[in-house]
């Protein structure tokens, strides 16, 4: 056996595959092909589950929301070249998110590169703008440390992509079964030595007590949850410090769920008056970006004092915040916590500030509600969601996981979906990136077995990746998708006369698809179920019927094409 061990040989591929599994890594996306097709059965041998995608843009949108989703880093495998140019999508989506992924891509042998070698590629160059780290194994014993070191480096301070190079001659040296297995526990023993802990803000201590005390004696306080703190899963310290302050809060979109939509101090329902009038605003995990209006006049108040809770010290060097809270997000609202308690205080519901909140949202649901309340056909968008968020809240705990995007069906979504459990909906985050979805849902669906995911697309956002229903089929995945299909880009032809001129004024709208298209049908090409829906009825039949299954659907909802705006919410940006 010993002999054995010193003599059997063991590639590049094995060899990454087997470090990967040994660093703690369960599930890989990729596409394979030269020169990672061995990696990838190398990886699941080693117990790493290899989700075979039919593009990487859509494998890396999986992995990216698998680091969202799990905490742990997100694994995409590209071939060469073109391989890792599709794979970029979902790396810059990763960072730009501020989600782990670890992209590892073959490249071309290193002998022949700079002859035109196929595929070649300056693949570092080339991941470099989008990731904290781009590195390169020139040699088969560079491969364990530098899984380890790049695994680790993913999750490190704020989350983000980084980027592994294994040449194809890498992959494809050799050397023994003890010499791999050294390299593996050398690497490992290295990787616990190192500390990639969140930052610890030398002035934390002090920071805490001030922001207490400021939000003690603010007149109309605000809680911020973005999706850093669901990453960070502060659920639990942030529902404290909401029920114990009676402060009312405001999820991002996806932070929503961190403390239920249900919940009685939700100001979603009154956000204008909620970010416009609050003089503390208390954001745990989430930027100051366009998203939240940069945090400045008009949509806030020019006085309002922002305590910042980050784990990156640039980003809360870049806000100038009042106060700014360098840590992890469960950690820093735990300690807050825990200075509230020594002089514990609480808003009164008959508060002014919590009164004016909780009545403006009231009155704006019951508004909605009463929009809701119609059966609209031909479908606008609000009818069918409002189906939609019904059969979603009946299935309970654990709840389904949402997937959303697409301009207008995003939008009317996350005002009228429901999230009560954290981490419960994806969408097209910081970036506005469409064409994330179905790798969103093969990534949740495989990160949590025990909930149904339920993609909820616009049709132009569905197309970018809808090859992926096969992929769907294949791993016979708990997904079912509903594509709004209103036959285009904001619903198809919108131009005005003076757009419909010169010598292409014959060619479809730029903004235009195949009017009622039969997008139900592509998932009956491969075996999935297939609904064509056009009344509230058919509706709440198919969902019914799918969500009971949990087997790959798609349902086709016919929508009104002159229903919802151009460009959603964000027209004044187009
Ligand atoms: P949203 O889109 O919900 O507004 P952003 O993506 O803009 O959220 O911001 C998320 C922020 O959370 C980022 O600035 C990131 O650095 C931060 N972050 C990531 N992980 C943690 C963590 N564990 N604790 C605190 N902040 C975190």
């Known amino acids: 056996m010993a002999t054995d061990l010193a003599t059997r040989k ?15 890594a369960r599930h890989m996306f990729g596409v394979v092909g030269i020169p990672v097709t061995s990696l990838a059965s190398r990886a699941a041998a080693a117990g790493v589950r290899f989700l075979a995608f039919r593009n990487e843009q859509s494998a890396g949108y999986a992995a990216a929301a698998y680091g969202f989703l799990t905490g742990g880093p997100g694994l995409l495998l590209t071939v060469s070249g073109p391989g890792c140019v599709h794979g970029l999508a979902g790396l810059s989506h990763a960072t730009a998110n501020a989600w782990p992924l670890l992209m590892i891509s073959g490249s071309c042998s290193q002998p022949d590169a700079g002859k035109g070698d196929f595929q070649e590629l300056d693949q570092i160059a080339a991941t470099k703008p989008f990731v904290k780290l ?6 088969i014993a560079d491969i364990p440390r530098l899984v380890f070191h790049a695994l680790a480096a993913t999750v490190a301070g704020r989350p983000g992509g980084c980027y592994l190079d294994i040449p194809s001659d890498v992959l494809h040296q050799t050397l023994t079964e003890s010499e ?12 616990a030595k190192s500390d ?20 003690r004696h603010a007149e109309r306080p605000l809680i911020v949850v973005g999706k850093g703190a669901a990453y960070a899963k502060a659920e639990e310290a942030i529902q404290k410090l909401v029920d114990t302050t009676g402060i009312p809060f405001l999820p991002t979109p996806m932070g929503k769920g961190v403390v239920p939509d249900t919940h009685p ?54 806000r100038k915040p009042h106060i700014g809270l360098v840590g992890d997000a469960k950690r820093v609202t735990e300690l807050i916590n825990r200075e509230i308690k020594d002089q514990p205080f609480c808003l009164a519901r008959s508060h002014p500030w919590v009164e004016a909140i909780t009545k403006k949202a009231k009155d704006n649901v019951l508004k909605m509600d009463a929009q809701l309340a119609k059966d609209v056909v031909p479908f606008n ?50 970036w506005g990136t469409m064409g994330v979805g179905l790798g969103f849902c093969i990534a949740a669906a495989v990160a949590e077995p025990d909930r149904l995911v339920v993609a909820v697309e616009g049709d132009s956002g569905f197309g970018f990746s809808a090859m992926e229903v096969e992929t769907l089929v294949r791993y016979q995945l708990p997904v079912v998708v509903i594509v709004f299909n209103n036959n285009g880009v904001y619903g198809g032809d919108r131009r005005s006369p003076d757009e419909i001129t010169g010598p292409y004024k014959d060619d479809p709208a730029p903004t235009s698809f195949v009017p009622a298209a039969a997008y ?24 019914s019927e799918s969500f009971h299954a949990r087997k790959p659907a798609v349902i086709n909802v016919i929508i009104d094409p002159y229903a919802g705006a151009e460009s959603g919410r964000m027209q004044h940006k187009n």
């Open 265 to 318: 101090l939700s100001a979603t329902a009154a956000r204008s008056l909620a970010i416009g009038q609050c003089d503390v605003a208390l954001v745990i995990g989430a930027r100051l970006n366009w998203l939240l209006h940069f945090g400045e006049p008009p949509k806030w108040s020019k006085d309002v004092k922002f305590i910042l809770v980050d784990v990156c010290e640039e980003e809360v060097e870049l």
């Open 10 to 24: 063991v590639d590049g591929s094995a060899l990454a595959g087997r470090a990967l599994a040994a660093a703690g």
């Open 180 to 191: 791999a297995a050294a390299l593996i526990d050398a690497a490992a023993a290295d990787s």
């Open 381 to 430: 968008f609000l009818t069918p969601m409002r189906i939609i968020r019904d059969a979603i809240l009946a299935k309970g705990s654990p709840a389904p996981i949402v997937v959303s995007e697409g301009a207008n069906t995003m939008d009317v979504g996350r005002a009228v979906l429901v999230q009560n459990e954290p981490r419960t909906r994806l969408d097209a985050g910081t």
């Open 134 to 139: 781009a590195i390169k194994a020139t040699t």
């Open 520 to 543: 139900h049908k592509m998932m009956e090409a491969f075996g999935g179920k297939g609904y064509l829906v056009e009344t509230p009825d058919e509706l709440k039949s198919a969902l």
């Open 196 to 215: 990639f802990s969140p930052p610890k803000h030398i002035s934390l201590d002090e920071g805490i007590q001030k922001a207490a005390e400021l939000l």
